[in-house]
Nanobody, 126 residues
Framework: QVQLVESGGGLVQAGGSLRLSCAAS????????MGWFRQAPGKEREFVAA????????YYEDFLKGRFTISRDNAKNAVYLQMNSLKPEDTAVYYC???????????????????WGQGTQVTVSS
């Protein structure tokens, strides 16, 4: 059974930082590209960042403007999202997702991901 479990969310003041983690089990982690998405109240889920299986390629949503960094550790079956200079508009539930594919490709399309975590809440106060 595939499980993706996010952690590291919480309440932080604007300008602060958080590091989200996603622990994967039940799959061959190094065969999957990984992505982070988020969903704010009343809004659709949106793409945040993605990383291919080898970490050779990363892809970010334009609005992040260098504030977030995605990384992975295949030995630990984990993917991370370092979030700096947080803003109140970053408040959302953050989800990690896995997309089968041992290629250089990454995707921003949520429909292309095979497995999803339950999410972790990030709240940024002003």
């Amino acid at each position: 059974q595939v499980q993706l479990v996010e952690s590291g969310g919480g309440l932080v003041q604007a300008g602060g930082s958080l590091r989200l983690s996603c622990a994967a089990s039940g799959l061959t982690f190094s065969s999957y590209a990984m992505g982070w998405f988020r969903q704010a109240p009343g809004k659709e889920r949106e793409f945040v960042a993605a990383i291919n299986w080898s970490a050779f390629r990363t892809y970010y949503e334009d609005f992040l403007k260098g504030r977030f960094t995605i990384s992975r550790d295949n030995a630990k079956n984990a993917v991370y999202l370092q979030m700096n200079s947080l803003k109140p508009e970053d408040t959302a539930v953050y989800y990690c997702a896995a997309k089968l594919g041992r290629t250089i490709e990454v995707s921003r399309r949520d429909a292309e991901y095979d497995y999803w975590g339950q999410g972790t809440q990030v709240t940024v106060s002003s």
